[in-house]
């Protein structure tokens, strides 16, 4: 999961600021004017991308990881309380990390700080916090959600419950993609 946040996460960014720093952002403008529009348009078209193939790698790794275990461990089957959740909102997970960097990226326009302000929020910011604080404010961060309410049947204990942590991270979403919107609109190419 780790390894998905993060390339989807930068593919976000890049989806934005690659025509930022190509300059072909001008001809994309000329095109569309409406700029939240073209925002709208790449956030919808990136997010549903990612969205498919993080159900689909879901299902796939839940599957394969059934498959591997051996005849004395417990196998968990997708009708199992909990398990169907985890397994769809992994992929939508995945899903929302992708929008938080085309919201990141149409906020910053830069490759390197919209990498770099996606990478501290999501990795370094929950285990350094998580490490000061303990999880009364590290559960709030969209790796530890992931971890400990999403992508698992039984949430841990002091941790946001899966649909809370749901709706946390749609509010960052849509938040980041707010204020992208906001920016683009009123900012020269």
């Not at 078209?45 to 990612?50: A, K, L, R, S």
């Not at 299902?59 to 997708?78: H, I, K, Q, S, Y």
């Not at 916090?129 to 204990?157: C, H, K, Y």
Request: glycine share 14%; net charge positive.
């Amino acid at each position: 999961m780790a390894l998905g946040q993060l390339l989807v996460g930068v593919l976000g960014v890049l989806v934005v600021t690659g025509e930022y720093s190509s300059g072909s952002v001008r001809a994309t403008l000329a095109v569309i004017p409406d700029r939240r529009l073209l925002l709208a348009a790449k956030a919808s078209v990136y997010g549903g991308t990612v969205l498919l193939v993080g159900e689909a790698v879901s299902l796939v790794t839940f599957l394969a990881g059934r498959a591997a275990l051996d005849g004395g461990v417990p196998r968990p089957e997708l009708g199992d309380p909990g398990v169907l959740r985890a397994v769809l909102l992994s992929g939508a997970y995945l899903a929302l990390v992708a929008l938080m960097g085309v919201g990141v990226g149409a906020v910053t326009r830069h490759t390197a700080s919209a990498v770099a302000a996606l990478v501290g929020v999501t990795f370094v910011l929950p285990a350094l916090i998580g490490g000061l604080s303990g999880p009364a404010v590290a559960r709030f961060f969209p790796t530890m959600i992931a971890a400990n309410s999403l992508a698992v049947a039984e949430p841990v204990d002091g941790m946001l419950t899966p649909w809370a942590g749901f709706a946390v991270l749609c509010l960052y979403t849509a938040v980041l993609l707010g204020e992208g919107a906001r920016l683009l609109a009123r900012r020269d190419a």
